[in-house]
């Protein structure tokens, strides 16, 4: 291998990691508020990547029923348990929240659509289409669950992949999707040549990580984020809902989800079931930085990029196994060095 | 009243006896799951399909197995054993065919298999193969890669099934035509990148590449390798050809040659070509159906499997009654000697120790120009 290889494979590997570590990011915030292990995000990813290429094409993505059905269906969960509590007063917000923003998104995509807006106008369009689905998959998933075990919460976590994968058949058919680059620019960096969309990858990822950095640093709601993710109990003692914090860390998982989609749509052919795969190397990436360690788990995702760039030149018919079975040693070390400590719940 | 209700039930159980002889067919195919862009195309072709074999009725049974191979073995014995169909037809991944041959021949039932496969010969007395070989079809390249006096030649598939079995075809013809692949690159069918491959292949710089995936998929490695700046000629398999992969691959892919059958190029066909009339009724109807732009090869495999049942049926017919064993064996022979049905994608002759039945009539080169496949002349 030359160095020229190695380095077109280096920036392979970069542009993948990139991608690994904003879902691993994702996966480790959620697990960490919440207990869930958030198999769905991948769908985030397709949903996005499909509705841009949709858009590109002027049609109208499916994500709109999906997000207007979604809507209703948290609405009327959030309606009865408002009913329940005598609390009637909390119904305007409840239908402004989950159903007139969700019907207005949609209508504004049913009429953008076919005119064939400006890329920036699509890219906005997505996002306003497929976050909003974080917070719908929260309260009709995993809200009523928000107790129970982290195995229960996993198994739910695998119900809701099955569904938004098969409502992610109907929508976009079986047939894989691309979308146009951002620019069609190439630059010469040395002996290499980057494209303009990994450089976009790059620079988005880095853009992402930093916003999440200070949000979590210097917002009210980043505080209570990381207040939850350290003592259920202790965030509920302060004052900081729960369902808040749940809801709040499902939207940031959507909306880095849906970023990550929108870039690598250009890139690559994503299927309805792609995404599925990636966010399983994004949770790798994760268990690599020992679940716990938000700088941990970007490292890992970007090394494992690397490997799977340079495994696919060295031994492509091995790339996925390898790429996979380097989760066992760091799984074993950790077990090696903690205590095995019984799960805390009391109920 | 309890005698008219035991007289009623009476009634109807004759009446179900005494029925038409309505021939059963079972089906299973991947309708969702990562072969859900074929198996779509497999399922919308028996809604073209006659309503009556040989002139009886029939009745499809059609059934998803998520193109999981354990779901297929599944679908076909609960077909053969609560349905009691008189014949299989599945399905659209080699593994999932292969497991319902299997379970068709423990159940002596006789089976279209509808995508190419390597089965055992007690297996293959009772499966017949509705498409072209591998090997029928990687000779068309091949004939292309003698005839450009290409020497070496690289190779990059799906690390599965089908990539194994496009290289295995591509190797058997090495010697005859004077090439030899020189790379067995593999990629997964849902990798974003293949980049690594890619870059291995240039290195070596074969005089060609033959790319093994199927769909959209055998866009990834064409586009990666025009984008590092590979000049010389990509060719690909059958299962490469649909509209979808142009819409994909975009300008990179102008130029790709595949073969393919003659279903997909009717209109350019000569007026003496076996199957062109069969060939553009079908495109014609299916399109009007589905959509311009929509033809592909899988739904003319679907087709031509019920074509051949069609002229088979009625030798059957003559020894035995649909829904009984002997019916069963005697569609198995009457299956392994029909002679010049015309299909979609060839003419078949079947015979006891060939059970695809298609020559060199079942292919044509085509190329990718101005958005579509064309006819190579």
Not at chain 1, 131 to 147: C, K, M, S, T
Not at chain 1, 201 to 215: D, E, G, K, N, T
Request: net charge neutral.
């Amino acid at each position: 291998m030359s160095a020229d290889i190695a380095l077109w494979l280096a920036q392979d590997g970069i542009t993948n990691g990139a991608i690994y570590a904003l879902l691993a990011l994702a996966l480790l915030l959620v697990f960490s508020v919440t207990r869930v292990i958030f198999v769905p995000q991948g769908e985030f990813i397709s949903y996005a990547a499909l509705s841009l290429a949709l858009l590109q094409a002027g049609q109208l993505p499916g994500v709109v029923y999906v997000l207007v059905g979604g809507g209703l269906v948290a609405a009327a969960f959030d309606a009865a348990a408002a009913v329940r509590d005598r609390a009637l007063r909390r119904l305007p917000t409840i239908l402004a929240g989950y159903v007139l923003l969700p019907c207005a998104i949609a209508a504004l995509a049913w009429w953008a659509a076919p005119r064939k807006v400006d890329l920036v106008w699509q890219v906005l369009l997505v996002i306003g289409l497929v976050v909003p689905l974080g917070p719908i998959v929260y309260r009709i998933a995993y809200q009523p669950l928000a107790n129970a075990s982290i195995l229960v919460l996993f198994i739910a976590s695998m119900a809701v992949h099955y569904a938004l994968s098969g409502l992610g058949l109907v929508f976009f058919g079986g047939e894989g999707l691309r979308s146009a680059s951002f620019s069609d620019a190439r630059f010469k960096l040395g002996v290499i040549e980057a494209s303009a969309q990994s450089l976009w990858v790059i620079f988005a990822s880095v853009v992402v990580m930093l916003v999440l950095w200070v949000f979590f640093g210097r917002s009210l709601y980043g505080k209570a984020l990381r207040a939850t993710a350290v003592n259920r109990v202790g965030a509920r003692l302060v004052g900081i809902r729960t369902e808040l914090a749940g809801s709040l860390s499902f939207l940031l998982a959507a909306f880095i989800g849906t970023v990550s989609g929108i870039l690598i749509s250009p890139i690559t052919t994503i299927y309805y079931d792609t995404g599925f795969l990636i966010g399983l190397k994004g949770f790798v990436g994760a268990i690599l930085g020992g679940m716990a360690s938000y700088p941990l788990a970007v490292a890992g995702a970007v090394v494992l990029g690397l490997l799977e760039a340079y495994a696919s030149f060295w031994s492509s018919a091995f790339k996925e196994t390898i790429v996979f079975a380097i989760i066992i040693p760091p799984l074993v070390w950790l077990s090696l060095r903690s205590r095995h400590v019984e799960e805390e719940e009391e109920e | 009243m309890k005698l008219k209700l035991a007289s009623l039930a009476l009634a109807a159980g004759l009446a179900a006896t005494t029925a038409h002889a309505e021939i059963t067919v079972g089906v299973s195919l991947g309708i969702t799951g990562p072969g859900a862009s074929l198996g779509v195309h497999y399922r919308n072709a028996y809604q073209l399909v006659p309503k009556t074999l040989g002139g009886e009725p029939v009745r499809y049974i059609i059934l998803d197995d998520a193109s999981d191979p354990t779901n297929a073995a599944k679908n076909a014995r609960k077909l053969v054993a609560e349905d009691k169909v008189d014949v299989l037809m599945g399905s659209n991944g080699v593994p999932s065919a292969v497991q319902m041959a299997q379970v068709a021949a423990e159940a002596k039932t006789p089976i279209m298999v509808l995508t190419p496969a390597n089965l055992t010969p007690q297996v293959l007395h009772w499966s017949f193969i509705v498409p072209q070989t591998t090997e029928l079809m990687m000779g068309a390249i091949a004939a292309q890669l003698k005839a450009r006096g290409a020497k070496t030649v690289g190779y990059i598939g799906f690390s599965d099934t089908w990539g194994d079995l496009v290289y295995k075809a591509l190797d058997s013809h090495a010697a005859a035509s004077g090439y030899q692949i020189v790379t067995n690159e593999r990629y997964a069918r849902a990798d974003t990148s293949v980049t690594g491959q890619v870059l291995r292949i240039i290195s070596v710089n074969p005089d060609a590449v033959v790319v093994g995936g199927s769909g959209t998929g055998g866009a990834l490695p064409h586009v990666a390798l025009v984008e590092r700046g590979y000049k010389k000629p990509i060719y690909h398999n059958h299962g490469t050809v649909n509209a979808e992969f142009i819409k994909v691959g975009g300008k990179a892919v102008a130029g790709a040659v595949a073969v393919t059958g003659p279903l997909i190029v009717p209109e350019e066909l000569p007026d003496s070509f076996a199957t062109r009339a069969v060939s553009l009724e079908f495109t014609k109807r299916y399109e009007s159906t589905f959509g311009a732009g929509s033809r592909n090869a899988f739904a003319g495999y679907a087709y031509d499997g019920v074509l051949i049942l069609n002229a088979a049926v009625p030798e059957a017919l003559k020894k035995a009654k649909p829904g009984t064993a002997e019916f069963r064996e005697a569609l198995r022979a009457a299956l392994e000697n029909v002679r010049n049905v015309v299909g979609t994608h060839g003419v078949y002759n079947m015979n006891a120790t060939n059970h695809n039945g298609l020559d060199e009539r079942a292919r044509v080169l085509v190329y990718v120009d101005g958005g579509s496949w064309r006819l190579m002349k």
